[in-house]
Nanobody, 118 residues
Framework: VQLQASGGGLVQAGGSLRLSCASS????????MGWYRQAPGKQRELVAT???????RYADSVKGRFTIYRDNAKNAVYLQMDSLKPEDTAVYYC?????????????WGQGTLVTVSS
């Protein structure tokens, strides 16, 4: 599985962006799809995840502003980002995590840069 993230760009504070993550293969068997981000000088952090059951999880810093959703038919996962803040500036990475036979496989996209100006 290869993941391709897109949709980043420059936006003013208060604006919106939608990130897309397209998979080269089926994501229906990937247990958890998610978005992480890494700001300059900081560690990569979880932004949001969604499971095959539709359960979602968000970082406290984005709750109420970001929405993650997956489309298994299109083999894609999206991150709708509203009310963006300068502190949301980071490279955003798409992640897929699959559990099978007692092991865990992680798939990462190449990252897409989001810059929020004040």
């Amino acid at each position: 599985v290869q993941l391709q993230a897109s949709g980043g760009g420059l936006v003013q504070a208060g604006g919106s962006l939608r990130l897309s993550c397209a998979s080269s293969g089926s994501i229906s068997s990937i247990n958890i799809m998610g978005w992480y981000r890494q700001a300059p000088g900081k560690q990569r952090e979880l932004v949001a995840t969604t499971t095959t059951y539709g359960t979602t999880r968000y970082a406290d810093s984005v709750k109420g502003r970001f929405t993650i959703y997956r489309d298994n038919a299109k083999n894609a996962v999206y991150l709708q980002m509203d009310s963006l803040k300068p502190e949301d500036t980071a490279v955003y990475y798409c992640n897929g995590r699959k559990f099978a036979m007692g092991s865990r496989n992680d798939y990462w996209g190449q990252g897409t840069l989001v810059t929020v100006s004040s």
